[in-house]
Nanobody
Framework: QVQLVESGGGLVQPGGSLRLSCAAS???????MDWFRQAPGKQREAVAT???????VYADSVKGRFTISRDSAKNTVYLQMNNLKPEDTAVYYC????????WGQGTQVTVSS
């Protein structure tokens, strides 16, 4: 399994931006990479996916505001989050899927004035 470490979370005001990073311990070539989030009292939900070929899928709630990207040379996946809303507050998790799914430890994002 590949080890994943997220970073970049924090406190931001509504309308602000954050960029999350997910650093993998090994090559992510051939992996589908996802960002999930889990708010207090809610189920974990998929936010964005990027395939090994670069195709992307977004949850309806973040379309037009979030952008997922990958830098295979750095074994890193990013989630650029713009126009953040209070309902985006959650722990954000990175996930890597090839034959099995690996998870990072999560990073807290809080959107509040």
């Amino acid at each position: 399994q590949v080890q994943l470490v997220e970073s970049g979370g924090g406190l931001v005001q509504p309308g602000g931006s954050l960029r999350l990073s997910c650093a993998a311990s090994a090559s992510i070539f051939g992996f589908t990479m996802d960002w999930f989030r889990q708010a207090p009292g809610k189920q974990r939900e998929a936010v964005a996916t990027i395939t090994s070929g670069g195709g992307t899928v977004y949850a309806d709630s973040v379309k037009g505001r979030f952008t997922i990207s990958r830098d295979s040379a750095k074994n890193t996946v990013y989630l650029q989050m713009n126009n953040l809303k209070p309902e985006d507050t959650a722990v954000y998790y990175c996930s890597a899927v090839q034959y099995t799914r690996s998870w990072g430890q999560g990073t807290q994002v809080t959107v509040s004035s």
